[in-house]
């Protein structure tokens, strides 16, 4: 069973970047589209970007596009998450998620909490003024 685990989060400011990593243990990392998703406080939990298997795919939320960068390499096993320009209302708690199945496009594989098949942890950003 592959596990996740998010790394990298802390605080910044405004207008500063932060990168994030997702590392998988198990086996078969390079079978898994993968996620990200962020939860702000006393908000509901929302999809920011995705990539596919071979990290030739990537699509994002519309207000991240530009700012936000996902990527992996899967010799390392691990995703990552490069944020640029980060403002204040970001700061939320980011997970990573993972889904095999081959029957769905990507962005379906993440187009609800019930598709995905892997969660980490979470990792808390928070951007200040």
């Known amino acids: 069973q592959v596990q996740l685990a998010e790394s990298g989060g802390g605080l910044v400011q405004a207008g500063g970047s932060l990168r994030l990593a997702c590392t998988a243990s198990g086996r078969s990392f390079s079978n898994y589209a993968m996620a990200w998703f962020r939860q702000a406080p006393g908000q509901e939990r929302e999809f920011v970007g995705c990539?596919?298997?071979?990290?030739?795919?990537?699509y994002y939320m519309n207000s991240v596009k530009g700012r936000f960068t996902i990527s992996r390499d899967n010799a390392k096993n691990t995703v990552y998450l490069q944020m640029d320009n980060l403002k204040p209302e970001e700061t939320a708690v980011y997970y990573c998620?993972?889904?095999?199945?081959?029957?769905?496009?990507?962005?379906?594989?993440?187009?609800?909490?019930?598709?995905?098949?892997?969660w980490g942890q979470g990792t808390l950003v928070t951007v200040s003024e």
């Open positions: 998620a993972g889904n095999s199945r081959a029957d769905m496009g990507l962005i379906m594989l993440f187009a609800r909490d019930s598709h995905v098949e892997l």
């Open positions: 990539i596919n298997w071979g990290g030739s795919t990537t």
